[in-house]
Nanobody
């Protein structure tokens, strides 16, 4: 069982930055690939960024490439999402998710993520 807790959301003006954190309770955090997802009102949950178990590969949705950076610190059981150049279209509830290690070569999918955090709201005003 993995318990995930996100933090770092809030309100920011367009062009600003936020850093989200997700801390896991897992005893073997490096057994999991980690992902950040987001869900805007009336839209499906979408995968934003993924990082494999050892941080060796990362994947991004086209909409955030060059603006968002996912990273992890396995010693702290924490995954991060640095979000720069935010725009109103980035407004959503952001969730982190964990998936038992697999040979990922793409973004983690919702259906592949066995554990979810409670979500943190990010609101970008114009």
């Amino acid at each position: 069982q993995v318990h995930l807790v996100e933090s770092g959301g809030g309100g920011v003006q367009a062009g600003g930055s936020l850093r989200l954190s997700c801390t896991a309770s897992a005893r073997t955090f490096d057994s999991y690939d980690m992902g950040w997802f987001r869900q805007a009102p009336g839209k499906e949950r979408e995968s934003v960024a993924t990082i494999i178990w050892n941080g060796g590969r990362t994947y991004y949705a086209d909409s955030v490439k060059g603006r968002f950076t996912i990273s992890r610190d396995n010693a702290k059981n924490t995954v991060y999402l640095q979000m720069n150049s935010l725009n109103p279209e980035d407004t959503a509830v952001y969730y982190c998710a964990a998936s038992l290690r697999r040979l990922l070569t793409r973004l983690l999918r919702v259906s592949e993520s066995g554990y979810w955090g409670q979500g943190t709201q990010v609101t970008v005003s114009s």
